[in-house]
């Protein structure tokens, strides 16, 4: 088992930063890639990032690319999310997920899940 906590979700004015934070525990060695996603209440939950967990192989949505950052601290089993340039389309609950599949945008490839940290932009 993996577990994974999320934060540094919170309030931010539309063009400011964030960063999202994942721990993972419990058998990390387990882990090909690691994830995050995004849901809006009422739609699908939607790739956001991944990056491969042993090598900085990184993958993100068009929607983010350019604003957002993937990265790990290997010290701390901590994946980050660098948000910048947020929009208010950006707002949603990010969750943060660990699989051992080479499939990184999909979420059936991803066998452990966060609880969820929730981003609000305002315009």
């Known amino acids: 088992q993996v577990q994974l906590v999320e934060s540094g979700g919170g309030l931010v004015q539309a063009g400011g930063s964030l960063r999202l934070s994942c721990v993972a525990s419990?058998?990390?060695?387990?882990?090909?890639?690691m994830g995050w996603f995004r849901q809006i209440p009422g739609k699908e939950r939607e790739f956001v990032a991944a990056?491969?967990?042993?090598?900085?192989?990184?993958y993100y949505a068009d929607s983010v690319k350019g604003r957002f950052t993937i990265s790990r601290d290997n010290a701390k089993n901590t994946v980050y999310l660098q948000m910048s340039s947020l929009k208010p389309e950006d707002t949603a609950v990010y969750f943060c997920a660990a699989g051992r599949s080479t499939v990184v945008r999909e979420q059936y490839a991803y066998d452990y899940w966060g609880q969820g940290t929730r981003v609000i932009v305002s315009s």
């Open positions: 419990g058998r990390t060695f387990d882990i090909y890639s």
């Open positions: 990056r491969k967990w042993s090598v900085a192989i990184t």
